[in-house]
Structure formats: C-alpha cells, structure tokens
Nanobody
Framework: QVQLVESGGGLVQAGGSLRLSCAAS????????MAWFRQAPGKEREFVAG????????YYADSVKGRFTISRDNTRSTVHVQMNSLKPEDTAVYYC?????????????????WGQGTQVTVSS
C-alpha cells in the first residue's frame, strides 16, 4: 500500500507555469512507476505524463509534449510535473498515480494507487 498526496495546484493565467508535486508514503517508492493524469468536468480521466522507476524513461500525452516535464526524486519519494505555457484547456483536477509494474502505461485502470487530486485552473 502506498499513499500519495498532491500539492501545487492553483489558478494561473494562460501562458503561465505551475509545478505539481506528489509525495509518497512508501519507502519503496523507487519500485513504482509513476504518472500524472487529469480529469476535466464532464470528461474522462486522461493520461498526462509517466516516468519509469529509475527516471530514465518518460512518456507524454501529445497534448502536453514540449510544455510539461515529469521528474522524480527517489531519495525524497516525490514526483513532480513542471507545467509551462499553460492553456485554458489544461484546466482539470490533476492526479498522481502509481503502479508496481515496470512499464509506463497510459490506461488509468492499470494504476493501483491514486492521490486525492489537485485543481489546476488556467484563465484566458
């Protein structure tokens, strides 16, 4: 079992930046593949970015590629996503997720552990 707690959400103008963080409770954090998902009102939860256990492999949704950067610090059991050039369509609740398996996958049901989410609102 691992508990995940997100932070860093807020209100920002279009073109601005935010950095989301996710703190994990488990000391075996480095064993988990991590990802960020988001869910806008009335829409399904969608994959944003994922990172392998070592941090050596990252994968992004086309909609955020070149604007978002995912990273992790296994010594601090944290994962981050730096979000630049934010757009109104990035507005959503952002969730941190973890899975014990090696591969970074984009399907939400493949992740066993979830945080409570943090709201990101981008105004035009």
């Amino acid at each position: 079992q691992v508990q995940l707690v997100e932070s860093g959400g807020g209100l920002v103008q279009a073109g601005g930046s935010l950095r989301l963080s996710c703190a994990a409770s488990r000391h075996t954090f480095s064993s988990y593949t991590m990802a960020w998902f988001r869910q806008a009102p009335g829409k399904e939860r969608e994959f944003v970015a994922g990172i392998s256990w070592s941090g050596g492999f990252t994968y992004y949704a086309d909609s955020v590629k070149g604007r978002f950067t995912i990273s992790r610090d296994n010594t601090r059991s944290t994962v981050h996503v730096q979000m630049n050039s934010l757009k109104p369509e990035d507005t959503a609740v952002y969730y941190c997720a973890a899975r014990i398996h090696i591969a970074v996958v984009t399907t939400a049901s493949e992740y066993s552990y979830w945080g409570q989410g943090t709201q990101v609102t981008v105004s035009s």
